[in-house]
T-cell receptor, first 111, second 110 residues
Framework: NAGVTQTPKFRILKIGQSMTLQCTQD?????MYWYRQDPGMGLKLIYY???????DKGEVPNGYNVSRSTTEDFPLRLELAAPSQTSVYFC??????????FGPGTRLTVT | RKEVEQDPGPFNVPEGATVAFNCTYS??????FFWYRQDCRKEPKLLMS???SGNEDGRFTAQLNRASQYISLLIRDSKLSDSATYLC???????????FGAGTQVVVTP
């Protein structure tokens, strides 16, 4: 049982480049989330989705975009990468009001 | 003011000892409370939910004080494997949108 998978594990981007962080879950969860975690800070919600075709902004959405065409996949798009987007990105999924399951994270450096 | 505040630690604990720490939350409408555990460079994982009456899971005890808006975690008979960062997590929405504290680091030493 894979749970939540994320790719890539690591990535270095140059300023202004774009990339997509992939997230897939095999638990048939309706709810999916993208967080970023900076050193010494709590996880900050970037975007979330309550089901296929439905997405909404979280606390720190600027510079990111998402889509949810299927229940399983919730990719996060970074356009015009900036050094401030250097962080660890976690994808998570859950059923309503239940435990959130996290993927292993993507470590992104923008230089 | 942060939504969820925690003492970052580290709490250095001898193996076998007891350690306890709190977190405070600012939104009095918060509905659900959790402790997550995060190992170094790993993803967070649910340790336990926190119920109004307090609850225990093996060596771990969680308490909720709604009047003072804090939750606590107590670890008894600490093991080396308990070394981790413990994240205080609060849900303010009915569908599970979570607010994370920055975490309390616990280091259990032999």
């Amino acid at each position: 049982n894979a749970g939540v998978t994320q790719t890539p594990k690591f990535r270095i981007l140059k300023i202004g480049q774009s990339m997509t962080l992939q997230c897939t879950q095999d638990m048939n969860h309706n709810y999916m989330y993208w967080y970023r975690q900076d050193p010494g800070m709590g996880l900050k919600l970037i975007y979330y989705s309550v089901g296929a075709g439905i997405t909404d902004k979280g606390e720190v959405p600027n510079g990111y975009n998402v889509s949810r065409s299927t229940t399983e996949d919730f990719p996060l798009r970074l356009e015009l990468a900036a050094p401030s987007q250097t962080s660890v990105y976690f994808c998570a999924s859950s059923s309503l009001r239940e435990e959130q399951y996290f993927g292993p994270g993507t470590r992104l450096t923008v230089t | 003011r942060k939504e969820v505040e925690q003492d970052p630690g580290p709490f250095n604990v001898p193996e076998g000892a007891t350690v306890a720490f709190n977190c405070t939350y600012s939104n009095s409408a918060s509905q659900s409370f959790f402790w997550y555990r995060q190992d170094c460079r790993k993803e967070p994982k649910l340790l336990m939910s926190v119920y109004s009456s307090g609850n225990e899971d093996g060596r771990f005890t969680a308490q909720l004080n709604r009047a003072s808006q804090y939750i606590s975690l107590l670890i008894r008979d600490s093991k080396l494997s308990d070394s981790a960062t413990y994240l205080c997590v609060v849900a303010t929405d009915s569908w599970g949108k979570l607010q994370f504290g920055a975490g309390t680091q616990v280091v259990v030493t032999p």
